[in-house]
């Protein structure tokens, strides 16, 4: 098992970094056009997975509209930069100076959220089912659409340096929790939601995860934003780097434990099984779905760069 999830783990890491290379290198107007393939597939996976955990626990959600609503999400940011900047990148006069104001994405959501309510008139037959299942819905698209929508505002807004800080910092503090965990963890940190979980594991995961910021805001960011102008090249201080460090590694633990709740309501140990050794889309994104959110809070206030 732990063979199996080194390998696949080198193999994920090896192919997004070449990616985002490649999408650092694409022409302004085309930024994430390498990585939106990866995401579209994420997308559908994940959706998958979170259908079939609500599945169940006998909810169920139209699924078409979780696809679909799912991806309309996750591709307005890339829309809203399209219609702000255009297609070489250029921003056109008396637009905003940001690729997305964010309301395009919460408009998104709630109209997704309204033709799921459309979807269960078209299939009502008995009370009892609708509530829950328009609910389910809203969840589905909420946990992965909503959530993965800020690892693309990370990416439009401030540049795929922004989108590796969140992955770099999240993935380490897995990492970190994982082999700790296994040297050292004595003390369950949450027994019933996932007894492998030791507080020993979570020192470890803050720990990595805060010499992952530190090295991600001393050189990467600082290598990626190459070439822009000094106002916006200065050094994250230190106190910056290590809040994101404490901040993001500890909202990837809760992620970790968030999805943990979801599988055990649903009586599963693994969202699917995708991958051997890392379990399904869901067991690899947990982490990423609920950090997300605070690294673009850390990035839109100014407090990293």
Known sequence: MLRWRLLL????????????????RAAAGLKGVWLAP?????????????????????LTPVPWVVYAGNLVVLA????????????????????????SAGHEVAMALALMVILALVAEMRRYQRPGTVIVNTAAAAFALSYVG?????????????????????LIVVKSGD??????????????????LSPGKTIEGAFGACLFSVGASWA?????????????????????????????????????????????LLKRDSGRKDSSTWMPGLGGVLDVLDSVL????VAYLFWSLGLVN
């Open 9 to 24: 783990g080198t193999l994920l890491i090896a192919a997004l970094v070449g990616l985002c290379w490649l999408d650092h």
């Open 38 to 58: 990866v995401l579209v597939a994420l997308a559908v996976l994940a959706t998958h997975e979170i259908l079939a955990l609500e599945s169940a626990v006998g």
């Open 76 to 99: 307005t940011p890339w829309v809203a930069f399209l219609l702000r900047h255009g297609t070489d990148g250029s921003r056109p006069s008396g637009t905003a100076a940001t690729p």
């Open 146 to 166: 909503l959530l993965l929508s800020f690892a693309i505002e990370l990416r439009l807004r401030w540049g795929v340096g922004a989108l590796a800080s969140l």
């Open 175 to 192: 990492s970190g929790a994982y082999f700790v965990g296994r040297l050292f963890g004595r003390h369950k940190m949450a027994p019933t």
């Open 216 to 260: 991600v805001f001393a050189w990467l960011v600082p290598l990626a934003r190459e070439g822009a102008s000094e106002a916006h090249r200065a050094a994250t201080p230190w106190w910056a780097w290590i809040g994101f460090g404490l901040l993001v590694g500890g909202a990837g633990i809760l992620g970790d434990l968030a999805e943990s």
């Open 290 to 293: 609920v950090a997300a959110p």
